[in-house]
């Protein structure tokens, strides 16, 4: 079964801390995964996807099949981080679908 | 990036009416969109899947007599909440996906519709 697993419903850090926001997925074939972000007030969005191997926001996710995850991480926390992040699995299972993990609220302490 | 409009942004109806939410595509052709629903706090459960000029595909659990979704064009799909109760009240997002080089898999994102009902 399709399932995409985020440990943590909260993480706090302080300002300049390291972060790593875990996703773990299951999944029978080849995924392509993504995180996306959702900013307060703001609709949700792409920050990265595995294809692409880019650093965005200082924002890097390497795929591990081995572990089958996924972990999001940044080397220096800032306050404009803070935000509600979603581990994604897209595949083809009866058709093209994408699977949301319960998503990660990550707060940036000044 | 890709713009994926929905109208309305919010609603509020009394029980037993019908509402519909538009999703549109603005500047590209989205062979595939989304409904997803977001309970507060909770993450995005997707509804139903739906391709342009064919059948919606739904989620278990999601009735499709209650949830009738139409995709008439490669830039418009619609949700109608039927004889919507107090229970259907909640967050709709819709995304989109296709139609763009390099574009792969990645969804584009609506802002979502607040539906109350009374």
């Known amino acids: 079964a399709q399932r995409v697993t985020q440990p943590e419903k909260l993480l706090s850090v302080f300002k300049g801390a390291p972060v790593e926001l875990k996703c773990n997925y299951s999944?029978?074939?080849?995924?392509?995964l993504f995180w996306y972000v959702q900013y307060s007030r703001q609709r949700l969005q792409l920050l990265l996807r595995?294809?692409s191997r880019e650093s965005i926001k200082g924002f890097t996710a390497d795929l591990n099949k081995g572990e089958t995850s996924f972990h999001l991480k940044k080397p220096f926390a800032q306050e404009e981080d803070s935000a509600m992040y979603y581990c994604?699995?897209?595949?083809?299972?009866?058709?093209?679908?994408?699977?949301f993990g319960a998503g990660t609220r990550l707060f940036v302490k000044a | 990036g890709a713009v994926v409009s929905q109208h309305p942004s919010w609603v509020i109806c009394k029980s037993g009416t019908s509402v519909k939410i538009e999703c549109r595509s603005l500047?590209?052709?989205?062979?595939?969109m989304f409904w997803y629903r977001q309970f507060p706090k909770q993450s995005l459960m997707l509804m139903a899947t739906?391709?342009?000029?064919?059948?919606?595909?739904?989620e278990q659990g999601v009735e499709k007599d209650k949830f009738l979704i139409n995709h008439a064009s490669l830039t418009l799909s619609t949700l109608t909440v039927t004889s919507a109760h107090p229970e259907d009240s909640s967050f709709y997002i819709c995304?989109?996906?296709?139609?763009?080089?390099?574009?792969?898999?990645?969804?584009?994102f609506g802002p979502g519709t607040r539906l109350t009902v009374l």
């Open positions: 994604a699995l897209s595949g083809y299972t009866g058709g093209f679908k994408t699977i």
């Open positions: 595995h294809i």
């Open positions: 500047d590209f052709q989205a062979t595939t």
């Open positions: 995304s989109a996906r296709g139609g763009l080089a390099g574009g792969g898999n990645e969804q584009f």
């Open positions: 999944y029978s074939g080849s995924p392509e």
């Open positions: 739906s391709n342009e000029g064919s059948k919606a595909t739904y």
